[in-house]
């Protein structure tokens, strides 16, 4: 548990190397809606709650789907890394920065979603958060002044 507590901690160190916070500027919220509903809920859940002991590895070492609501880290995280994680999967993302002892089970949406449908979700699943959580989040991405 240590391990990957480092890990985790590692992961979220890649915040600070985001693109500017416009990316979910008017985005269309009915669209993400409806793709979050198709594409992300049997995983994250109906209500974005994700499942059940999604901070504990299964057998094989990957962590549950987390919940996409305030309760869960998706917060914490820049939009770019965000899209990444949303475009290419978690694998491939984790690889990309470095991070290979972390085993992720989020599928890619490259071949499923458009860039502008993965804003959309993206942008509903932020629309669903506390007023000082979307805050927080808007602060990990760089300026684009």
Same mark, same amino acid.
Request: with cysteine; hydrophobic share 35%.
């Given at each position: ?5 480092? !890990? ?11 693109? @500017? ?32 002991? +999604? ?15 305030? *309760?869960?880290? *998706? ?6 890394? !965000? ?10 993302? !984790? @690889? ?6 972390? @085993? ?7 071949? *499923? ?5 993965? +804003?959309?979700?993206? *942008?509903?699943?932020?629309?669903? +958060? ?7 989040? @808007? ?7």
């Amino acid at each position: 548990m240590i391990k990957l507590n480092f !890990l985790v901690v590692t992961f979220f160190s890649f915040a600070t190397s985001a693109s @500017a916070g416009h990316e979910m500027d008017d985005r269309d919220l009915t669209n993400g809606q409806t793709l979050y509903a198709e594409h992300c809920a049997s995983c994250h859940g109906v209500k974005l709650e994700g499942q059940p002991d +999604w901070q504990t590895p299964d057998e094989n070492g990957i962590l549950p789907s987390p919940p996409h609501d305030e *309760t869960g880290h *998706t917060w914490h995280h820049d939009n770019q890394l !965000l899209f990444e994680y949303t475009q290419l999967g978690g694998e491939a993302v !984790l @690889a990309a920065r470095g991070v290979d002892a972390f @085993a992720s089970g989020m599928p890619g949406f490259v071949d *499923t979603l458009t860039d502008d449908d993965i +804003w959309d979700v993206l *942008t509903y699943i932020r629309s669903t +958060w506390p007023d000082d959580i979307q805050q927080l989040q @808007a602060s990990r991405n760089l300026s684009h002044e």
